[in-house]
Nanobody, 119 residues
Framework: HVQLVESGGGLVQAGGSLRLSCAAS????????MGWFRQAPGKEREFVAG????????YYADSVKDRFTISRDFAKNTVYLQMNSLKPEDTAVYYC????????????WGQGTQVTVSS
């Protein structure tokens, strides 16, 4: 039974930082892509950042490039999203995802964590 559990969301002022964590259990994802999507109110869910679990290849949406950084801890089976220079338009529910396909969908999802950036 695969579980992805996010934590680290919250309320922050514009220009601030947050770090999201996603703890995976039930299996390892070596060779797979893991990452983050987000969904703002009234908008479709969109890809944010991803990485190959077993390698160093990372990729980002243009809107977060140079501000967000994805990383992972093998020992803890955890993926992180460091978010800096946050903007009000980053406000959304952020979802951890595993077995990402072409940055469009994924086989496994977390429950989501709210990130709110005030202006």
């Amino acid at each position: 039974h695969v579980q992805l559990v996010e934590s680290g969301g919250g309320l922050v002022q514009a220009g601030g930082s947050l770090r999201l964590s996603c703890a995976a259990s039930g299996r390892t994802f070596s060779g797979s892509a893991m990452g983050w999507f987000r969904q703002a109110p009234g908008k479709e869910r969109e890809f944010v950042a991803g990485m190959l679990w077993s390698g160093d290849i990372t990729y980002y949406a243009d809107s977060v490039k140079d501000r967000f950084t994805i990383s992972r801890d093998f020992a803890k089976n955890t993926v992180y999203l460091q978010m800096n220079s946050l903007k009000p338009e980053d406000t959304a529910v952020y979802y951890c995802a595993a077995e990402i396909h072409a940055t469009r969908t994924a086989d496994y999802w977390g429950q989501g964590t709210q990130v709110t950036v005030s202006s």
